[in-house]
């Protein structure tokens, strides 16, 4: 993944790519090895990056783009789909990005979280206890009249979940390659 991001910031690097290159690389090692982005990296980097756009005058771009990455992803966050890690890490990346950035790299990390997600169960031949647990769900849901979940057994892969910071690293590399998800 790492060989696939330096190989596509040769043709259309993004601002600060190295930099960036290498925040990524270290939040997907920790989300992988430890099932989180902590705080010892989050932080530095994010003021790394207001450090930059201060220094490249477009520090209104950065907060806009922190904010934006924070104001997008807080409910999912609450409702237990992301991590506070992978959030500060989406907020340093529309930081050092901007918005403009920001949404496509979190559009693809969400089709290649979806994939990834999907691969993993069929891998661990889960993903018929998944597809029947969102069935029941919708069933459910339909037929009360009122929001239901069925959740996963506490041991299965889709309780487990898949780090993010995977996702977003090969988000980044689907960005540089391919653009923006709906072009």
Same mark, same amino acid.
Do not use: H
């Given at each position: 993944?790492?060989?696939?991001?330096?190989?596509?910031?040769?043709?259309?690097?993004?601002?600060?790519?190295?930099?960036?290159?290498?925040?990524?690389?270290?939040?997907?090692?920790?989300?992988?090895?430890?099932?989180?982005?902590?705080?010892?990296?989050?932080? /530095?980097?994010?003021?790394?990056?207001?450090?930059?756009?201060?220094?490249?005058?477009?520090?209104?771009?950065?907060?806009?783009?922190?904010?934006?990455?924070?104001?997008?992803?807080? %409910?999912?966050?609450?409702?237990?789909?992301?991590?506070?890690?992978?959030?500060?890490?989406?907020?340093?990346?529309?930081?050092?990005?901007?918005?403009?950035?920001?949404? /496509?790299?979190?559009?693809?990390?969400? %089709?290649?979280?979806?994939?990834?997600?999907?691969?993993?169960?069929?891998?661990?031949?889960?993903?018929?206890?998944?597809?029947?647990?969102?069935?029941?769900?919708?069933?459910?849901?339909?037929?009360?009249?009122?929001?239901?979940?069925?959740?996963?057994?506490?041991?299965?892969?889709?309780?487990?979940?898949?780090?993010?910071?995977?996702?977003?690293? %090969?988000?980044?590399?689907?960005?540089?390659?391919?653009?923006?998800?709906?072009?």
């Amino acid at each position: 993944m790492g060989a696939c991001v330096l190989a596509s910031g040769w043709t259309e690097p993004l601002p600060a790519f190295g930099w960036a290159a290498a925040f990524v690389f270290l939040a997907v090692e920790r989300d992988v090895r430890e099932r989180r982005i902590p705080n010892w990296l989050t932080f /530095p980097a994010f003021g790394l990056a207001l450090l930059y756009a201060g220094l490249t005058g477009s520090l209104a771009s950065a907060l806009v783009g922190a904010a934006v990455a924070l104001a997008l992803l807080v %409910l999912p966050w609450i409702w237990g789909w992301f991590g506070a890690g992978d959030v500060k890490a989406m907020m340093v990346l529309g930081a050092l990005w901007g918005v403009g950035v920001l949404l /496509p790299v979190l559009a693809w990390a969400i %089709l290649v979280g979806g994939v990834v997600a999907v691969g993993w169960l069929a891998v661990r031949r889960d993903l018929g206890d998944f597809l029947a647990r969102w069935w029941g769900s919708l069933v459910l849901t339909l037929s009360n009249r009122r929001w239901t979940y069925l959740p996963p057994a506490s041991g299965s892969a889709a309780a487990r979940g898949i780090p993010f910071a995977v996702n977003l690293g %090969l988000a980044i590399a689907a960005y540089q390659l391919w653009g923006t998800p709906w072009s």
